[in-house]
């Protein structure tokens, strides 16, 4: 959410951006929130001056009483009611109006950074650097799920008799497999300096509205029934949502955190939860990387957030790549956003395995994080990051670890996690 004062002083950037976005339709909000920033001013001015001329007046009354001016006091106490009516009706209507101005507002995208590509969608998102060489075997390389079947390391049909599409059984060595990556990711993350969290899973509706855009929301989560509570689509808001309404001392920061928790989608809009695969599903688990900063020092950790993600896929001889994000393709939150893919030996094509973005002050300013500096409080930067989440991950991993007699080589950083083998043979 933008500060309303940006707003009113610079409509036309602001109107701009949501072109660049290509959200047209979003432009009347502009004159529609300084409209209402306006009312709410002139409300609240009226009302202050009530306010003001009630408590000089009120001091009259009783000098008033004490000359024998029964009459006069009555008067003034006579208007002193009905200022006060006055002020009731102007607080009423400054709540409506600022209600009106928040969901307007709420809705206006960021601003953009000035080095985002302009594009309407992801097929303009733009391929920054590539890490290690993509591979093509000289053997035929099965589908995931294929793989996993030899090694009796999934039962998606159980799964659907239980749950329906968009779940998995994972067992066995693919299951170990499965736990391995994420307990690899907790160290190596620690090892880069980030603070290890377990966060809770469900978060209230504030939280929600706090962290994210309402087409996501509505994409995404899944509300308790009966409860103000929702299950996380990611870690990022619920640890986000841990620094609301408070106020962090500047030399607390950066704070760098890395959660682990299982992520709940309803995968609303998307292309499909897919029958066989788990590449598109309702539920996974995931290492997450958090970071609270300085406004100045929000760049410098969003370039050091996706180089931890291909770091740690290349410390397990995965090729990936780094691809920018277009204006078109960013959620209204973010600032800037890069997504990491992993090489497809299979596809022979990059799929998407991780998400770095930077929101800026967006999220500070919904949920009110500010820093406690010695020349006054000012508004967070957020930013989040994907490390790995597995099963999506375990795709990338199979197909570039395969052999041609179906076994899987286990890379050495992964090998302590997976005790001390080497090689997973399959069953079949």
């Given amino acids: 959410m933008l500060d309303i004062r940006f707003v009113r002083e610079n409509p036309d950037a602001v109107k701009e951006n949501i072109k660049k976005k290509f959200q ?19 409300t609240q001015k009226e009302a202050d001056e009530l306010r003001a001329n009630r408590n000089k007046v009120s001091k009259e009354i009783g000098a008033l009483m004490a000359q024998g001016k029964k009459d006069e006091a009555e008067k003034v106490k006579a208007q002193v009611a009905a200022d006060g009516e006055r002020i009731k009706e102007l607080e009423q209507k400054q709540r409506e109006v600022d209600e009106k101005l928040r969901e307007k507002m ?13 594009g309407k969608d992801d097929s303009c998102n733009v391929e920054l650097e590539r890490f290690g060489e993509p591979f093509v075997p000289a053997f035929e390389i099965p589908y995931h799920t294929d793989i996993m079947e030899r090694f009796n390391g999934i039962d998606l049909d159980a799964a659907r008799r239980v749950a329906g599409n968009g779940f998995y059984y994972l067992m066995g060595d693919i299951a170990r497999l499965h736990s391995s990556i994420l307990s690899y990711a907790r160290d190596f993350m620690i090892g880069r300096g980030f603070t290890y969290v377990i ?19 509505d994409a995404m989560m899944y509300k308790i029934e009966g409860e103000d509570l929702y299950l996380i689509g ?14 962090i001392p500047e030399e607390d920061l950066p704070q760098t955190l890395t959660s682990y928790s299982p992520c709940f989608r309803k995968e609303k809009g998307a292309h499909g939860v897919e029958e066989r695969g788990v590449y598109r599903i309702h539920q996974f688990e995931k290492q997450e990387m958090i970071v609270v900063c300085k406004p100045e020092d929000s760049m410098m950790w969003y370039d050091r957030l996706w180089q931890n993600t291909v ?30 893919e992993a ?25 009110r994080i500010r820093i406690k500096g010695e020349k006054g409080n000012y508004l967070a930067h957020t930013l989040n990051n994907t490390c790995v989440a597995p099963p999506r991950m375990l795709i ?30 399959p069953a079949k």
């Fill in 106 to 118: 709420l809705v206006i995208p960021q601003m953009i950074d000035d080095s985002v590509p302009i």
């Fill in 199 to 217: 966060p809770p899973y469900m978060i209230h509706a504030a939280v929600v509205e706090g962290v994210m855009s309402f087409p996501e929301m």
């Fill in 343 to 367: 090489w497809s030996p299979r596809q022979k094509k990059y799929f998407e395995v991780g998400s770095c973005s930077n929101l800026g002050d967006a999220q500070a300013r919904r949920l």
């Fill in 24 to 42: 047209d339709e979003k432009l009347p909000l502009v004159d529609e929130v300084i409209a209402l920033d306006k009312e709410s001013r002139e």
């Fill in 311 to 340: 770091d740690f896929f290349r410390s397990m001889d995965i090729p990936v790549r780094t691809l920018e994000c277009c204006s078109g393709d960013l959620a209204d939150l973010k600032v800037k956003s890069c997504d990491v």
């Fill in 396 to 425: 990338a991993f199979l197909e570039n670890n395969l052999n041609a007699d179906g076994s899987v080589n286990i890379p050495k950083a992964l090998q302590p996690y997976m005790g001390g083998q080497e090689i997973l043979k």
């Fill in 234 to 247: 990611t870690s990022e808001h619920s640890m986000i949502g841990k620094f609301i309404d408070q106020q």
